[in-house]
């Protein structure tokens, strides 16, 4: 199993940028995506989650500015990011759940890929 996270970079407060989680080595229909981000010194946080289906999960401080989608047929998803600010400023993980449900539930994503930075200026 294999999640490769890219898209991150440094933008400025205001702008967009999309992030891509490319799977590998799994049945991508049969697992929810999820996105997850760590701020220095805080606790990793669910951000973003779709099932095959389409069902989706946000947090609350990204709804109305990131949108999750999935192209099952690339085994991969998207996060697409507007109107950054500061607060958005994390290393963003993509995880995998054999699930048919979408969840946001930490826990429950047994796999990983590496973190990519995105780095918010104001």
């Known amino acids: 199993v294999q999640l490769q996270a890219s898209g991150g970079g440094l933008v400025q407060a205001g702008d967009s940028q999309r992030l891509s989680c490319a799977a590998s080595?799994?049945?991508?229909?049969?697992?929810?995506i999820g996105w997850f981000r760590q701020a220095p010194g805080k606790e990793r946080e669910g951000v973003s989650g779709?099932?095959?289906?389409?069902?989706?999960f946000y947090a609350e401080s990204v709804k109305g500015r990131f949108t999750i989608s999935r192209d099952n047929a690339k085994s991969t998803v998207y996060l697409e990011m507007n109107r950054l600010n500061p607060e958005d400023t994390a290393v963003y993980y993509c995880?995998?759940?054999?699930?048919?449900?979408?969840?946001?539930?930490?826990?429950?994503?047994?796999?990983w890929g590496q973190g990519t930075l995105v780095t918010v200026s104001s």
């Open positions: 080595g799994f049945a991508f229909r049969h697992r929810v």
């Open positions: 995880a995998a759940v054999p699930s048919l449900a979408v969840t946001a539930s930490r826990t429950l994503y047994d796999s």
């Open positions: 779709i099932s095959s289906d389409g069902d989706t």
